[in-house]
């Protein structure tokens, strides 16, 4: 550390310089960070559920849809079909749709006795009540789009605008979003579909990244001036922080990772962590000029006696959020990424960016930042006299909590259905809402089907499926390839419903198919491969939780099991399947990286500390503070999601730097002192009051992510902050109780005499 | 059923393929659309019967083949019948125009009845292919000066063989291209590139027409290559048992005929 302070003096100005260089450096990557909302994004490139759903992508397309809803009193009238024609027309010229279905464009294949003819539905717009009766009346009697296009008592409508493959179909959505805005009014007209979802996330992080970093900046400064009274004392620590989060996005902007739903809380995250470092740093100077050292001195000294402990305290944390890095989850890796980064340049720029500029700073006008504040003593008084007679009250009460944790932990339910990010008087959700209320869901569920469709027999139990799915509550409207041939067939022959079944022989099938073909190539290609060995079923799904939606895929898979067996090879893929991955990787994810969190902080201060009983009691309070967390999460019912799987891990990270910095002073008074009691006495009063306004500063970071528009951030937010309290508590009262109960078993009394 | 316009287009078709044998004298200064006029010229006969062989290529290189024989008499009378794949074996397309109304009916050999079907745009697939049927109409048909505008640009080689170079610009809304390329041998008139651009004014399809051969005093490619250079598709075409000025019956040409054999 003396080596240490020798550089920094001599290098100062070289230290100042670098970072400023660095700092614009990474400044200009942080400016083309991308964001990223998608299912896909969160799961590994690589992941089997995601390279199928791709696959199936590339061969049918029509997985990224936007359902656009559209809510009249009478929706089969003039003024509202020409509203939906133009709609139609726009969208289908905007960039990056590649088709749109809607009441004006949908079509029936229409036979007689002399001919048979591909026509619109609707191939005349009404004029009057008449003949908007008989084209109700034509939807009555063919069951085909009732239910799926417009409802049985006409007074909602649908348009679906299918979407190119492309990367990033939130942008293509915004498109939409813009041009259906002028429609609004009469009519209601809502927005959903599962792109249409990544747009609003997309829209909400932008805005969360916009409201929340000025806040928790705002307030770290409130804090921070709290704290020191000064300029530089506010000034310092905040740089700090804005430089590491600025090199922290430039990074990740460098890697080519783009900020998730989850790292959108990240800069908040620094501001608020990263600050404890420096606040440490800053406020050692301030204590030793008020000791009457020279600036060089207090300089020198501060990176000395405080240089050890800070990196102690930031290596814990970033360990903390290293061990996300364990998930399976993408987005959660490249938080744990970023977050250890970031920790680690506040680390390093407390330490060397600070000092730097101290010495080249004159000594300060006053030195209130170290002078002693009465709420605090009063405070630590308070806390002492608990640890000191109601230590007994105390234990007992850990043991009920834990108990009382314990028990509703096999209640955990992971939660990651998408529309769940949405709050529930969103936008988005209440479209999704009547989507599925009216049109049947819009998450896409698919099943793909490898077999020669020449075959009739495959052909049989393809319509026995799409006939049993009809029975499964919230998954609707089976189309496939059986769906088509049974309309061809009823067009060649008598246009009677009965008429709507399946060819029997390979030879009628493939000429039924030519004919197809020839006539909408594209609407083939939407069910059926080019080689004929490949087909699909499209289904559609409505939003529910991640357990219940398990549950239904399952089913799904069992009907499939039933009607296609080991005869034909046949995969189950859609957003559904994709969610359901998320679910299970934040699962598995939770428990590596949570027992890789307590173990590694407990072989940390175990090898700081240089004993595993010592090591064992500072993890014993975050221990029970992630315990806690578990418990909050089961008697509130607060599922798992990508959000709330982290806070065990940051909680570890982060909260057991509370009970280091108290368990060394003791054990550093216990040599000064000559009564242990004395010792802890003195830890808590002088380590305590650092412990608070670092507490204090994250408690404020994290409390300022239940602004979020994000329902699992706010409840991210709120859950992180509250274990950042009971690590505080479990650091001052729980930690020293028990060393205090152990000094008496061993000593027989506590004098503190 | 929608976009089957199938009989017209190959009506088209197979003057596209076929053009009459060129012998005219090339003026000096011609412009493009006297060189259009005399590609139009060149291709005509009053009865085709020939047998096609479709490759369809996809992006990924699978490919469909199919075979088709076409036959035609005058501009009004058109016979498809398909001879592979077997499973589609006798399916036929007939298309006869009467006072300007196109009529097309369908024999599905499975069914074995014939139904009369309805046309719609000519900017659909033809029969799966790369071709849609603006395409085939395009060199073949009969109204260019009121379709497009065509402007001769310059003089190049392709293969070996001087072409003018022609660039032509559609008049009609309907027709879904900014522009074509067109690159028409000196010698005899004879079409051996075209290049279509979408409406962003940016390449789509590449057409080839390849070794054209003296049948019956008509100059016919061997060979039609289209290729959709956005989509990564391809469509050949094969061409052979060219027969040029036969006695076709009009008999042929009948709903009745098609369910008979």
Redesign the interface.
């Known amino acids: 550390m003396n080596k240490l302070a020798k550089f920094i003096k001599n290098h100062s100005t070289f230290i100042i310089v670098m970072v400023a260089i660095i700092t614009v450096i990474m400044g200009y990557y942080a400016l083309q960070i991308e964001i990223e909302a998608g299912i896909k994004d969160m799961l590994p490139e690589d992941n089997k559920v995601v390279e199928q759903f791709e696959e199936v992508q590339d061969t049918f397309g029509g997985m990224d849809f936007a359902a656009i809803i559209l809510e009249d009193e009478e929706v089969i009238d003039l003024p509202t079909l020409k509203k939906i024609e133009k709609i139609t027309n726009e969208l289908e010229k905007t960039e990056g749709v590649s088709k749109v279905k809607s009441l004006t464009n949908i079509?029936k294949?229409e036979?007689s006795v002399?001919?048979?003819?591909?026509?619109k539905f609707i191939k005349e717009l009404p004029r009057n009540k008449e003949e908007s009766k008989r084209i109700k009346e034509n939807f009555l009697n063919r069951d085909q789009y009732l239910g799926k296009i417009v409802t049985k008592d006409f007074k909602s409508t649908v348009l679906i605008a299918e979407i190119e493959n492309e990367d990033q179909p939130e942008v293509v959505v915004n498109k939409i979003q813009q041009a259906i805005k002028k429609y609004k009014e009469p009519e209601n007209i809502y927005i959903t579909g599962s792109p249409v979802m990544v747009a609003d996330a997309t829209d909400y992080m932008k805005g969360d990244l916009k409201k929340l970093l000025p806040f928790v900046i705002g307030v770290i400064l409130i804090i921070l001036y709290l704290s020191f009274q000064s300029i530089r004392g506010v000034l310092l620590p905040i740089s700090t922080v804005l430089i590491s989060v600025v090199w922290t996005v430039g990074f990740q902007s460098l890697l080519g990772k783009p900020l998730s739903l989850v790292s959108t809380v990240l800069p908040v995250l620094l501001v608020s962590v990263g600050s404890a470092y420096a606040i440490h740093i800053v406020s050692r100077y301030y204590e030793e000029l008020k000791l009457g050292n020279d600036i060089d001195k207090a300089v020198e000294n501060t990176i000395k006696e405080v240089g050890i402990a800070v990196i102690m305290a930031g290596g814990t944390t970033m360990v903390g959020f290293a061990s996300l890095f364990f998930s399976d989850l993408v987005i959660i890796q490249d938080f744990a990424l970023g977050t250890a980064f970031g920790v680690g340049i506040a680390l390093l720029t407390s330490i060397l960016f600070i000092p730097a500029v101290l010495y080249k700073m004159k000594a300060p006008s006053h030195l209130k930042a170290a002078e002693e504040r009465i709420f605090s003593t009063n405070f630590f008084k308070g806390i002492y006299k608990i640890v000191r007679y109601r230590r007994r009250a105390i234990i007992i009460l850990v043991i009920i909590m834990i108990a009382l944790s314990s028990w509703v932990l096999p209640k955990l339910k992971p939660n990651t259905n998408y529309i769940s990010y949405f709050k529930k008087d969103s936008s988005t959700r209440i479209a999704t809402e009547k989507a599925d209320n009216t049109f049947g869901g819009t998450q896409p569920l698919n099943v793909v089907v490898h077999g020669n469709i020449?075959n009739a027999d495959l052909l049989k139990r393809m319509r026995n499926f799409q006939d049993d799915i009809k029975n499964v509550d919230a998954v609707n409207n089976p189309l496939s390839i059986v769906t088509l041939l049974r309309q061809e067939n009823r067009a060649?022959?008598e246009d009677i419903k009965e008429n709507e079944v399946i060819?029997e022989?390979?030879?009628?099938?493939?000429?039924?198919l030519?004919?197809l073909?020839?006539?909408?190539?594209e609407m083939l290609e939407n069910y059926l491969a080019?080689?004929y060995k490949t087909s699909m079923i499209q289904m559609t799904m409505e939003t529910m939780s991640s357990t219940e939606q398990k549950e239904k895929v399952a089913e799904v898979r069992s009907l499939i099991n039933k009607h296609f067996g080991d005869k034909y090879k046949v995969e189950l893929t859609g957003i559904p399947k994709l969610g359901n991955e998320v679910t299970d990787l934040v699962v598995s994810g939770q428990i590596k990286s949570m027992i890789s969190a307590i173990v590694f902080t407990f072989l940390i201060t175990s090898i700081l500390l240089k004993s595993l009983k010592r090591g064992f009691f500072c993890s014993l309070p975050i221990a029970f503070t992630v315990l806690i967390n578990f418990g909050i999460m089961g008697w509130l019912g607060i599922s798992l999601d990508i959000a709330t799987v982290m806070v065990a891990s940051i909680a570890v990270g982060i909260g057991v730097d509370y009970s280091i910095h108290i368990f060394t002073r003791y054990l550093e008074e216990k040599d000064k002192k000559d009564k242990e009691v004395n010792a802890l006495k003195e830890a808590i009063f002088t380590v305590g009051r650092a412990n608070l306004y670092n507490a204090a500063a994250v408690i404020a970071g994290f409390c300022i992510i239940l602004l979020s528009s994000f329902p699992p951030l706010i409840t991210f937010g709120g859950l992180t902050a509250i274990t950042m309290i009971v690590s505080f508590i479990g650091a001052l009262i729980i930690l020293p109780s028990l060393i205090m109960t152990t000094i008496k078993i061993i000593n027989g009394n506590l004098d503190d005499n | 059923?929608?976009?089957?316009k199938?009989i017209t287009a190959l009506l088209v078709i197979s003057i596209l393929l076929i053009g009459g044998l060129g012998s005219s004298v090339i003026a000096k200064d011609m412009t493009g659309e006297d060189i259009l006029e005399k590609v139009d010229k060149e291709m005509n006969s009053e009865t085709r019967d020939f047998i096609l062989e479709m490759t369809i290529i996809?992006e990924?290189g699978?490919e469909?083949d199919r075979k088709i024989t076409i036959k035609t008499k005058g501009e009004n009378k058109g016979l498809v019948k398909?001879l592979e794949?077997g499973?589609?074996k006798d399916?036929a397309l007939l298309t006869v125009k009467e006072d300007g109304q196109e009529n097309m009916w369908?024999y599905?050999?499975?069914?074995g009845n014939v139904?009369?079907?309805?046309s719609?745009s000519k900017n659909?697939?033809f029969?799966?292919t790369d071709f849609t049927y603006n395409d085939i109409d395009m060199v073949g048909a009969s109204n260019y000066e009121d379709d497009y505008d065509s402007e001769l640009v310059g003089e190049e080689e392709i293969r070996g063989d001087m072409c003018y170079k022609l660039s032509t610009i559609p008049i009609k809304e309907s027709i879904n291209y900014s522009e074509m390329k067109m690159w028409v041998r000196k010698d005899d008139y004879m079409p051996l590139k075209l290049e279509f651009y979408d409406e962003d004014s940016k390449l789509q399809k590449i057409m080839k027409n390849k070794n054209y051969r003296d049948i019956d005093s008509h100059l016919t490619p061997e060979e039609i290559v289209m290729e959709n250079v956005q989509k990564g598709t391809k469509t050949i075409l094969e061409l052979s048992d060219v027969k040029y000025n036969i006695k076709l019956d009009d008999q042929i040409f009948t709903t009745r005929f098609l369910t008979r054999n």
């Open positions: 079509e294949i036979g002399s001919g048979i003819e591909v026509n020449k060649l022959t060819p022989t390979k030879n009628k099938i493939a000429q039924y030519l004919l073909e020839m006539s909408d190539k080019f080689d | 059923m929608k976009r089957i199938i996809n990924n699978q469909r398909f794949p499973d589609v399916t369908l599905l050999p499975a069914l139904n009369k079907i309805a719609h659909g697939d029969m799966g």
